[in-house]
């Protein structure tokens, strides 16, 4: 959650920063397109750790209390 603050805090100061520099559509839409790549890889990776620690973590605990007996 943390990293997906930065870079939004990162797109918006290089957005809203550069009052005076003008970009093109097609430059826009793609700094556009790369800050939704990011947050969505950054989603989809924390959504794997949410999905391993409810469903496989539950599923190792047994064999923790079995090695550590």
């Not at 826009?28 to 469903?55: D, P």
Request: no cysteine; proline share 3%.
């Amino acid at each position: 959650y943390i990293g997906m603050g930065i870079m939004a805090l990162l797109f918006s100061t290089m957005s809203f920063g550069k009052r005076g520099v003008y970009y093109t559509r097609q430059q826009r839409l793609n700094k556009i397109g790369q800050y939704t790549t990011k947050v969505v890889l950054s989603f989809l990776a924390i959504l794997i750790g949410i999905l391993i620690e409810t469903f496989i973590a539950p599923l190792m605990f047994p064999l923790f209390t079995w090695i550590f007996r």
